[in-house]
């Protein structure tokens, strides 16, 4: 079993910056690639970014490029998301989650393993 458990979230201007983590632990996977996803209320959950723990690339939804960066801290089993720019609309619970199946990574199909989720605001 992997265990996944984020934090860093909260309630932020619009125009601020928040810093999320996801600690892994349990069996964990160097092949497994790691997601961030988030649901606001009423919507369905979306894709943020993802990158591999083998590292090498990284992938971002259109809405987040240039404001969102994910990385990871394989030594710490952790994986962040920076989040610049905070808008509004990014009001979300974010969940982070592990993909070791195949599948398309912007979907929640290939993702067997999901933390809890973090809480966050952004107020205008």
């Known amino acids: 079993q992997v265990q996944l458990v984020e934090s860093g979230g909260g309630l932020v201007q619009a125009g601020g910056s928040l810093k999320l983590s996801c600690a892994a632990s349990?069996?964990?996977?160097?092949?497994?690639?790691m997601g961030w996803f988030r649901q606001a209320p009423g919507k369905q959950r979306e894709f943020v970014a993802a990158?591999?723990?083998?590292?090498?690339?990284?992938d971002y939804a259109d809405s987040v490029k240039g404001r969102f960066t994910i990385s990871k801290d394989n030594a710490k089993n952790t994986v962040y998301l920076q989040m610049n720019d905070l808008k509004r609309e990014d009001t979300a619970v974010y969940s982070c989650?592990?993909?070791?199946?195949?599948?398309?990574?912007?979907?929640?199909?290939?993702?067997?393993?999901w933390g809890q989720g973090t809480q966050v605001t952004v107020s205008s």
């Open positions: 989650a592990a993909a070791t199946r195949s599948g398309v990574l912007t979907t929640t199909h290939p993702y067997d393993y």
């Open positions: 349990g069996r964990t996977f160097s092949s497994a690639i």
């Open positions: 990158i591999p723990w083998s590292g090498g690339w990284t």
